[in-house]
């Protein structure tokens, strides 16, 4: 049963402390989604990957995160320096896309608590 | 913004009624996908709705798409209290250097035993 894992599950930093988020996508998608959940902002799509090379993260803070693919089973999310208003849920989501855009596939999420 | 919305907010019924759920969008879709999620857990796809079809059916659920209203709806017929959930409808929204899906803000289903 495939399914998309990520690490760590929760988190709870201080902050100005660096965060790693780390997903591991299902084997054989070619295509990585990061996403932030808060009650007030809903479901934000923050940047995504398709063969590991970037294809858009507007949705980014770009001084303070960053996301990389170092490699196919592996897509990392860093937030460096973390702030209180950074606290949220973050989904990692992998699926197949050619054209179009397919069914996604999502992680459990990691529960990111700044101070 | 392209950001499909849903429509009621929030819905509470009587296990064995069915449930409706509508979404709206603003911009011409490839398709349209339904999600659940449990609370605390990621999002789970439901069923996906491509722009050519105006009717799909997976177990319970029932899905319609009016692309001429940008509206779809869901249908989950004999509820019961585990379909108790917040339901994204999400689009396609085509752009020059790939696609990506973009997410509404949920309707929170309530099922009472």
């Known amino acids: 049963d495939a399914r998309v894992t990520q690490t760590p599950r929760h988190k709870v930093t201080e902050m100005g402390q660096e965060v790693t988020m780390r997903c591991q996508p299902i084997l054989g998608h070619n295509t990585v989604f990061w996403y932030r959940q808060t009650m007030m902002q809903g479901l934000e799509l923050l940047a995504y990957f398709r063969n590991r090379a970037p294809l858009d993260d507007s949705g980014m803070p770009k001084d303070r995160f960053s996301a990389e693919m170092p490699d196919a089973t592996l897509a990392t999310l860093k937030i460096q320096p973390s702030e209180p208003r950074d606290s949220a849920v973050y989904f990692c989501?992998?699926?197949?896309?050619?054209?179009?855009?397919?069914?996604?596939?999502f992680g459990p999420g990691t529960r990111l608590t700044v101070l | 913004s392209q950001q499909g919305e849903e429509d009621p907010q929030a819905l509470s019924i009587q296990e064995g009624e069915n449930a409706t759920m509508n979404c709206s969008y603003k911009t011409s879709i490839n398709n349209l996908q339904w999600y659940r999620q449990n609370s605390g857990r990621g999002l789970v796809h439901l069923i996906l709705?491509?722009?050519?079809?105006r009717e799909k059916h997976s177990g319970r659920l029932r899905v319609t798409l009016d692309t001429s209203k940008k509206s779809s709806s869901l249908l989950i017929t004999a509820s019961r209290a585990a379909d108790t959930a917040s339901y994204f409808c999400?689009?396609?929204?085509?752009?020059?250097?790939?696609?990506?899906?973009?997410f509404g803000e949920g309707t929170q289903l309530t099922v009472n035993p």
């Open positions: 999400a689009t396609d929204f085509k752009e020059t250097s790939g696609s990506r899906l973009t």
């Open positions: 709705i491509r722009s050519n079809e």
């Open positions: 989501a992998s699926g197949f896309q050619g054209l179009r855009t397919d069914t996604q596939y």
